[in-house]
């Protein structure tokens, strides 16, 4: 799979976790900004998930199992999406606490997608 986006979107998702965490430090509910931010981390995952389908049509296969890796890849789509509807549902700080909560997950996510793909092998 390509590894510059895997690294891509963990980055991504850990600076939305930070950046959510320093709103809820602040006593701040997530804004329309964060939800662009939460945008951006899916339309990225959007493209490792085509791009993971589009390798396993070609007929390529991840270390650890077809079943398990297309399992984590709509995981991992799903995360965001997931948390900025629970954050519009609570409009206090604890909002941002979650947005930034399900970022660290996918960034989580991101590792062992790697994984699985490459065996933790890194190739």
Do not use: N
Not at 103 to 114: C, I, P, T, W
């Amino acid at each position: 799979m390509l590894d510059a986006l895997t690294v891509a979107i963990g980055a991504a998702a850990l600076a939305l976790a930070a950046w959510c965490g320093h709103a809820a430090y602040r006593d701040q509910p997530t804004k329309d900004w964060h939800f662009i931010g939460m945008a951006v981390v899916t339309v990225l995952v959007l493209a490792q998930l085509a791009i993971g389908l589009f390798l396993l049509a070609r007929g390529e296969k991840a270390h650890e199992g077809t079943v398990i890796f297309v399992a984590y890849l709509i995981g991992a789509f799903a995360t965001i999406p997931a948390a900025g509807l629970l954050s519009l549902s609570e409009r206090t700080k604890w909002g941002s606490v979650t947005v930034s909560a399900g970022a660290v997950v996918l960034a989580v996510l991101e590792v062992r997608l790697f994984d699985i793909w490459s065996g933790g092998t890194g190739a």
